[in-house]
């Protein structure tokens, strides 16, 4: 099936003049929000799911229907996957039984990750795989790396990924890691051919779109 997806547009040329300055403020300001209590309960409930497996974890964050999740856990089966979005209803879709090493969480990502981190979970593997990139300039701070759990997410540690179909978001991505850990994360151009990780991937890939994958590996902190 083709489709017709278009391409990001944005009023950036390049990374974001004030991306260092947003980190740098993530970075001496924790984020102090209120956990959210669905939550805060359903963390609880992929805790004690966690708790009673004994096996590596992989969280696969901003999952969307959960296709990814599947994929994930067919590819890794010596594994925990745990797929975590913030809807309900794409959660509730109907892609087929969920494998035994696999969960499905509704959560807030940004109370997420700080409930993960306070409870130190150490994923082996952590994807975020094609995020909303904002593309307004003035949309910067609703982008991963300038928001303020920024910090937190790299801090959970593993061998994180990142796809999308924007450059510059993986760009600034990098640029982000590097201002935060020192380390460098590499930048590739990816064509799965057919074995696509999300819907979204599906859809960049056969509108044409270059697709884009940032992996850097994270000490756990």
Excluded at 60 to 84: K, M, N, W, Y
Excluded at 142 to 148: A, D, S, T
């Amino acid at each position: 099936m083709q489709h017709n997806s278009r391409p990001v547009i944005s009023n950036q040329p390049g990374p974001h003049q004030e991306l260092a300055r947003y980190v740098s403020r993530a970075q001496a300001h924790p984020l102090r929000k209120p956990i959210a209590e669905h939550t805060q309960r359903n963390f609880a409930l992929a805790a004690e799911w966690l708790a009673g497996r004994q096996t590596p974890l992989i969280l696969d964050s901003g999952c969307g229907v959960g296709i990814s999740t599947r994929q994930l856990a067919e590819q890794f089966p010596g594994h925990a996957i745990i797929g975590i979005d913030r809807s309900e209803d794409r959660l509730g879709r109907d892609h087929g039984d969920l494998p035994a090493n696999a969960l499905l969480v509704r959560a807030d990502l940004v109370d997420f990750w700080r409930l993960a981190h306070q409870a130190g979970w150490a994923p082996e593997y952590h994807y975020v795989l094609y995020p909303n990139p904002y593309p307004k300039a003035g949309h910067l701070k609703m982008r991963w790396h300038g928001h303020p759990v920024f910090p937190t997410l790299l801090a959970l540690g593993g061998r994180f990924e990142l796809r999308s179909n924007w450059p510059i978001y993986v760009e600034e991505f990098a640029l982000a890691v590097a201002q935060v850990t020192g380390k460098q994360a590499s930048i590739t151009e990816i064509a799965p051919k057919g074995d696509y990780l999300t819907p979204f991937e599906a859809k960049y890939a056969q509108s044409g779109q270059a697709l884009w994958c940032l992996r850097v590996d994270l000490a756990r902190g």
